[in-house]
């Protein structure tokens, strides 16, 4: 979503996007004229009239479980975003006994919260896991 | 479903929905708005509408039609500005 017109979206599609990714873009480029949506989400620059690059997760319940913000100038990183999405599915899915630690990816352990697991996380979670 | 939009020469706008914003005095709506734009992890995402561009079509979308899956919203500053 940006300030950008659905007709300004089309040729920026047909005309750049569609030779980097094949087939165009895969989701629907939504126009915020004035930055209303924006403004609602906190992300709209007024000075600049522009929006921040402002990414926001929503759970099938339509909850925002997790948002960042950049200034124009720094790309986001894809791949963090879906990790994320993929951390909030486990937790969602174990119906929140499950939590995923630092540096969390598909396949590494979980913790189970719990009076037993009080003061013990040392014990099965080591600083070198959050990195890699 | 979304809507098709007819391509006009007027440009289609969306916004949030519901909620009217109420008259307030000119002191106040700074600190209105700043508190209206805090969004929270944990709470629920306000509701918009918003033309689009969509597989070679204008549509209309609405956020809460998507309840039930997941949704990634993504604001950027501008088409063609490089990254």
């Not at chain 1, 979503?1 to 007709?7: C, E, G, Y």
């Not at chain 2, 949030?16 to 209105?32: A, D, F, M, N, R």
Request: net charge neutral; with cysteine.
């Amino acid at each position: 979503m940006s300030i950008d017109s659905v007709f300004v979206h089309k040729m920026w599609n047909d005309n750049e996007l569609s030779k980097m990714v094949k087939g165009g873009v895969p989701f629907p480029m939504l126009s915020d004229a004035g930055g209303k949506v924006g403004s609602v989400y906190g992300i709209y620059d007024e000075d600049a009239g522009v929006e921040t690059r402002g990414r926001f997760i929503i759970d099938p319940d339509g909850i925002v479980q997790g948002f960042e913000v950049l200034t124009p100038p720094v790309g986001r990183n894809v791949n963090e975003s879906l990790r994320q999405i993929q951390a909030f599915q486990l937790v969602r899915k174990s119906k929140g006994t499950e939590a995923t630690p630092s540096g969390w990816r598909p396949g590494k352990m979980t913790l189970k919260p719990g009076p037993d697991l009080v003061g013990r996380v040392w014990e099965v979670w080591k600083t070198e896991m959050a990195f890699d | 479903m979304p809507d098709e939009i007819k391509a006009g020469c007027a440009r289609p706008t969306g916004g949030p929905v519901g909620e009217s914003k109420k008259e307030t005095p000119y002191q106040e709506e700074s600190i209105t708005k700043e508190t209206a734009a805090m969004i929270k992890v944990g709470r629920k995402a306000p509701d918009f509408t918003a033309p689009a561009y969509f597989q070679g079509k204008f549509i209309n979308i609405q956020l809460s039609e998507y309840l039930g899956k997941w949704v990634v919203l993504c604001f950027y500053p501008g088409d063609f500005t490089f990254v």
